[in-house]
């Protein structure tokens, strides 16, 4: 199916009604990942107090289903456990976003974090981070990392398990051998987020200023080219689509600014230990948010269970995606019976396209975008929050000043020659 946005529910969610709330516990973190948003240790952990006053704030004006738990590193912070606990309490959903190393070697402490209310995890890994012990190793070799965690989770059971990785123009084609490795982890895996790496390139016809003065960009996202910048949430999606037939994107949320831009694909896929079947369409997961919001008030994102009962095929009725999934497992079950008593899990894959810096100088979002977080009592984007807390806003780009597109200068408007007329006369 061709990659259109007729295809695809487009998610409703909005700046005072989002299922995600972004919070950022510390700056510090234990590795080093190239295309991180955050500069390290900046400002250090942050206290509980401040911690949960911006809770609140999430809570107030985001109408979060779940709160992510970022950094930095989360799981360095001293307070890890009670911050969990107390999202808890507020009854929204903790999610901790992670590289691991943390909970490596420590099964003990991700049982912890699940006793004080965490409902899962995202896991960084990939091969652009200094990670330790697993410094220059392939995607291919940093598998085994993957599988740790993966099976530590559901080892312990009832979590919420994703990996994450940063999409270069280097690692584009290993982006199968991700799709490949979770589809056969389907019953340990919850998902995949593939994320496109993006600068502020400093090379080219722009000026940067922040609060009307010109300034020289320091953020982490600098670079001197955008030559990794180019792959698009298009690019990877027809990456995988290449390989995996059964692969469907059924979601999405466009840019701020390009009316063509798709800046996150989410997919739910759809199979059973060793054999995938399809993916749903825009229907079902348009009933599925609308659905939690009617039951619980807010809009939804994870599930700590990814277990689907089989009478969930009905819902071929209303969605061709399903409908065509359906007869692929009945196909399967002709051959193989035994299928019936296996369950058939739904796996996720988001795409990320972030920021663009367009012709004229805007900075093209993720419409609505789910991961806005708190800075001095305001929300901000999180992937540019730096430029708030090195500059105290954002920062603005302004295209240098050329000649006309015909090559001559541009014209004055008082030099633009007026011709008085007289009024006729009826």
Request: proline share 4%; with cysteine; glycine share 8%.
């Amino acid at each position: 199916m061709e990659l259109s946005k007729r295809n695809m529910y487009r998610f409703p969610w909005s700046g005072n009604d989002n299922p995600i709330g972004w919070l950022e516990v510390t700056d510090k973190c234990n590795t080093y990942c190239r295309g991180c948003y955050r500069i390290n240790g900046m400002q250090g952990h942050k206290t509980l107090d401040q911690i949960k006053e911006e809770i609140a704030l999430l809570k107030k004006w985001r109408n979060c289903d779940n709160i992510s738990i970022a950094g930095g590193e989360p799981l360095i912070h001293p307070n890890i456990l009670e911050i969990i606990a107390y999202i808890k309490s507020l009854k929204m959903k903790p999610l901790i976003l992670t590289n691991g190393i943390r909970m490596q070697d420590d099964r003990q402490f991700m049982v912890e974090l699940k006793k004080a209310g965490a409902i899962g995890f995202t896991f960084h890994i990939d091969s652009e981070q200094n990670r330790p012990h697993w410094k220059g190793k392939s995607e291919t070799e940093l598998f085994e990392l993957r599988q740790y965690f993966a099976d530590m989770a559901h080892d312990i059971g009832g979590l919420f398990a994703s990996f994450g990785m940063t999409v270069y123009p280097g690692n584009l084609d290993f982006v199968p051998e991700m799709v490949k490795w979770a589809n056969k982890n389907i019953d340990r895996v919850h998902g995949l987020v593939l994320i496109g790496f993006r600068n502020a390139v400093m090379e080219g016809d722009f000026d940067y200023y922040a609060q009307g003065e010109k300034v020289n960009l320091q953020t982490s996202y600098v670079a001197d080219s955008n030559e990794e910048s180019y792959l698009t949430s298009t690019d990877v999606y027809n990456k995988i689509k290449e390989h995996f037939p059964h692969y469907e994107t059924s979601a999405y949320m466009g840019g701020s600014n390009a009316h063509d831009k798709m800046t996150w694909l989410v997919s739910a896929q759809l199979g059973s230990q060793g054999q995938m079947y399809g993916s749903v369409g825009k229907k079902v997961m348009e009933l599925f948010q609308v659905f939690h919001h009617l039951q619980h008030g807010t809009y939804v994102i994870y599930s700590p269970s990814n277990k689907i009962p089989k009478i969930a095929f009905a819902l071929g009725l209303v969605d061709k995606g399903v409908r065509e999934t359906a007869k692929v497992w009945f196909k399967d079950f002709l051959k193989h019976p035994a299928r019936l008593f296996q369950p058939i899990y739904v796996q996720s894959i988001g795409i990320i396209q972030g920021p663009d810096l367009m012709e004229d100088g805007r900075v093209d979002m993720c419409e609505s975008c789910p991961d806005m977080t708190v800075w001095d009592g305001k929300l901000v984007h999180s992937c540019r929050m730096d430029e708030w807390r090195l500059y105290g806003s954002y920062v603005t780009a302004q295209p240098r000043s050329k000649g006309a597109s015909n090559g001559h200068a541009v014209i004055s408007p008082d030099s633009v020659p007026v011709v008085e007329t007289t009024p006729s006369q009826n």
